[in-house]
Every structure is written in structure tokens, then in C-alpha cells.
């Protein structure tokens, strides 16, 4: 496996982003820069570089990915064709890793792929798989199992202090 030093992480001023970020710096092995659209988000840390690029188009995020080792994508599991568009973003300039943004269930798992709420991460794996057979990158996959702590406390799926879910 290759060295990697320089790290991208695109969405790291999201929730579970600023996480990924800060423990990156924390560790002290790598360069961090976030990659953003701008739109909004946290604080980052100091040490963090933050370059804001247009995600809709291929070629900005080539550019703004150039020169990194690794593109560790966190931003949301439904957004997909963003997800394929980093990944074809990142073989141009050369990047070695990815690490897509499947932090929870194994896509890997019949059980998983029969759920709707996985399709757009079977898409992902599946363009992944094509990619790596042609030896144009590497890749990592962090599978810690469906966050239920932060579901259960958001309003964004389950609220358990409001009492109320939400299913899209």
C-alpha cells in the first residue's frame, strides 16, 4: 500500500465530518484539508486547510483534489451520483485512496441490499469495484455498523426526545 500523507476530505464541516477531521489531525500522520462547497458548516481546526469547489462538476474537483494521497468522503450515504463524481474526480489527478462515505451497513450483505435505503451505496460499490479492477485506485471501506446513537437524537431520522421519526 502506498504512503499517504495528504489527505482531502470532502464534507468535513458535517456532523459526522468535523469527527472524521478532527481525528485525522489528531492522530499527527497527515496533512488535512477539507474539501467544501460552502454552503455551510463548523468550525475546523487550525491545522486544517479548507479549499471550497463547486461538487457538481468533475474537473473542479479534479483540480481541487490534485496532489492529495487520499479523498475520504463523508459527505451524506443518499447523495450518490456526488459520491461517483468524487470518485471519478479523484483517479484524474492520480489520488491513490479512496474511502467512501459507507459508515455503516455492509453493502456486501444480502439483507443489506434488499433495503431501499441502500440503493444509492450499492451504486457507489459497484462503480467503486469497476474502478479498482482496472487498477485506477485503491480503496477502504469503514463499516462501524448503522449510527443508532446519532439517528435516535436527530431530526433527522428517529427523535426519541421529540418522539417523532421520519422516513424518506
Known amino acids: 500500500m502506498a504512503s499517504i500523507k495528504t489527505v ?3 464534507g468535513g464541516t458535517g456532523h ?3 469527527i472524521v477531521v478532527e481525528q485525522l489531525v489528531k492522530s499527527g500522520l497527515f496533512e488535512v484539508t477539507v474539501v467544501t462547497r460552502g454552503e455551510k458548516g463548523g468550525q475546523i481546526p487550525a491545522a486544517v486547510k479548507m479549499i471550497t469547489v463547486d461538487y457538481e462538476y468533475v474537473d473542479n474537483l479534479a483540480e481541487a483534489l490534485r496532489g492529495f494521497d487520499a479523498v475520504v468522503s463523508v459527505v451524506a450515504g443518499h447523495l450518490s451520483d456526488l459520491q461517483r463524481r468524487l470518485l471519478d474526480a479523484a483517479i484524474i489527478p492520480g489520488v491513490k485512496r479512496f474511502i467512501p462515505s459507507w459508515f455503516g451497513s455492509d ?3 444480502p439483507i443489506v ?3 431501499p435505503l441502500t440503493s444509492g451505496k450499492i451504486k457507489v460499490a459497484v462503480s467503486i469495484q469497476e474502478k479498482v479492477s482496472k487498477g485506477l485506485i485503491e480503496y477502504t471501506s469503514i463499516l462501524g455498523g448503522p449510527r443508532v ?4 437524537g436527530s431530526d433527522y431520522c428517529m427523535s426519541i426526545p421529540k418522539r417523532h421519526s421520519t422516513i424518506q
Do not use: C, I
Open 16 to 18: 459526522l465530518g468535523a
Open 113 to 115: 441490499k434488499e433495503s
Open 107 to 109: 453493502t456486501r450483505l
Open 149 to 152: 446513537d446519532w439517528m435516535m
Open 8 to 10: 482531502a476530505v470532502a
